[in-house]
């Protein structure tokens, strides 16, 4: 069964930098895709980042491109989320999940999540 958990998540003020992990067991993770979504109360869940299997190649929503950096160490079977230059709006539960199809910003495409992990940006 294959399982992803987040960490690294917290309270951190704007224009400051938090780092999230995702920890991934029971499945090669280097075979896949993965990438980070959030959802802010109120709101649809929504793309941030994704990464291929090889860390070759990224890509990134408009509203954070420029300040995050999404990264791997197959490895380590961990996937990661910088954040920097971060900003109230920012404030949302973040997700790691596992990528299946050639769509990165499509929730669809994306079979395994984890809980999530709170990150919250104060003014």
């Known amino acids: 069964q294959v399982q992803l958990v987040e960490s690294g998540g917290g309270l951190v003020q704007a224009g400051g930098s938090l780092r999230l992990s995702c920890a991934a067991s029971g499945s090669t993770f280097s075979r896949y895709a993965m990438g980070w979504f959030r959802q802010a109360p109120g709101k649809e869940r929504e793309f941030v980042a994704s990464?291929?299997?090889?860390?070759?190649?990224?890509y990134y929503a408009d509203s954070v491109r420029g300040r995050f950096t999404i990264s791997r160490d197959n490895a380590r079977n961990t996937l990661y989320l910088q954040m920097n230059s971060l900003k109230p709006e920012d404030t949302a539960v973040y997700y790691c999940?596992?990528?299946?199809?050639?769509?990165?910003?499509?929730?669809?495409?994306?079979?395994?999540w984890g809980q999530g992990t709170q990150v919250t940006v104060s003014s």
């Open positions: 999940a596992r990528r299946f199809t050639s769509v990165p910003s499509e929730q669809r495409s994306y079979d395994y």
């Open positions: 990464i291929t299997s090889s860390g070759n190649n990224a």
